[in-house]
């Protein structure tokens, strides 16, 4: 049952039209359609380049801010603080 919530969850979050996730390709796409004529190769990879840098810089404060949370109380537990 966690498994299947877990991967129903992934896949909810995948398909955020977001550039580096699949529903940034999505997007593309349905630009694409609408536009009739393709997105230059150099600019969806720049564009989705730049959403995954942010994707990682976000994962690294949210990984950040969970380590000094877990750590304060960590601490404070041990030195009564």
């Known amino acids: ?3 299947s919530l877990l991967s ?5 979050i995948n ?15 349905i630009i694409e359609k609408i536009r009739r004529k393709a997105t230059d190769a150099k600019t969806e990879a720049i564009v989705h ?20 949370r877990l750590s304060s ?3 404070q537990n041990i030195f009564g603080a």
Do not use: E, K, S
Request: charged content about 10%.
């Open 1 to 3: 049952q966690f498994a």
């Open 8 to 12: 129903i969850n992934l896949a909810l």
């Open 15 to 29: 398909i955020l039209p977001f550039p580096a996730l699949d529903g940034g390709r999505l997007l593309f796409v």
């Open 49 to 68: 380049n730049i959403g995954f840098a942010f994707l990682m810089i976000l994962v690294v404060l949210i990984t950040y801010r969970d380590v000094m």
């Open 73 to 75: 109380g960590f601490f």
